[in-house]
């Protein structure tokens, strides 16, 4: 129990353009999930915390007009990088927390590869 | 605030032989301990947690981790690996509340196993 599902798994965009990354939990209601970003040999970095039908939090020095997340619904966040550069090219993950007491702690997405070209 | 260090950044071991990964953190408040496990283009996969009750946990693929409240530490350890075990391993911690708070991650450790 407890899964997170993510999309897609790997893409290449063209530079300029923009990219959607979604996020569902399968078998829970995820009222928080939390977007990382994770850099080769490097741990992940928090970018934002999604408030389902709120605004996002943002962690300091993310540019919340370039890392657009929703989050409309209880099981479906989505990122999305706007007018995507080279510079975006990372692995992106998604994690939502679980308080169901038989697994409770974060269950994390299977990330999602971008390379801009 | 949470904090968490993992004091190797890469640990190599010999296949069969154990192994240990350190992990301390401090917080001002009562924390959960996790320990993921992350292979090539891939996200976490949880290798144990500690909520509460006893301080040694087991977890999935032979792994397991003692709790030590008074070092504030959380060390992994399995007595032997595998060549299949050559993955990343992130400790973490979360505060103890009903509050959508962040989990907090260690700059993680590479486990290199030697055939």
């Known amino acids: 129990g407890a899964v997170v599902s993510q999309h897609p798994s790997r893409v290449i965009c063209k530079s300029g353009t923009s990219v959607k990354i979604e996020c569902r939990s399968l078998d829970f209601q995820a009222t928080t999930m939390f977007w990382y970003r994770q850099f080769p040999k490097q741990s992940l970095m928090l970018m934002a915390t999604?408030?389902?039908?709120?605004?996002?939090?943002?962690e300091q020095g993310v540019e919340k007009d370039k890392f657009l997340i929703n989050h409309a619904s209880l099981t479906l966040s989505t990122l999305t990088v706007t007018s995507a550069h080279p510079e975006d090219s990372s692995f992106y993950i998604c994690?939502?927390?679980?308080?169901?007491?038989?697994?409770?702690?974060?269950?994390f997405g299977s990330g999602t590869r971008l390379t801009v070209v | 605030a949470q904090s968490v260090t993992q004091l190797d950044s890469q640990v190599p071991v010999f296949e069969e032989a154990p192994v240990e990964l350190r992990c301390n953190y401090s917080?001002?408040?009562?924390?959960?301990l996790f320990w993921y496990v992350q292979y090539p283009n891939q996200g976490l996969q949880l290798l144990l947690k500690y909520l509460s009750g006893s301080t040694l946990v087991k977890g999935i693929n032979g792994f397991e981790a003692e709790f030590n409240k008074s070092q504030t530490s959380f060390h992994l350890r399995k007595p032997s690996v595998h060549i299949s075990d050559t993955a990343e391993y992130f400790c973490a911690v979360s505060p103890q509340s009903n509050r959508d708070d962040k989990i907090i991650f260690g700059k993680g450790t590479r486990l290199h196993i030697l055939p």
């Open positions: 999604s408030n389902e039908g709120s605004k996002a939090t943002y």
């Open positions: 994690s939502a927390r679980v308080r169901n007491p038989e697994n409770y702690g974060y269950t």
């Open positions: 917080s001002s408040v009562s924390v959960y």
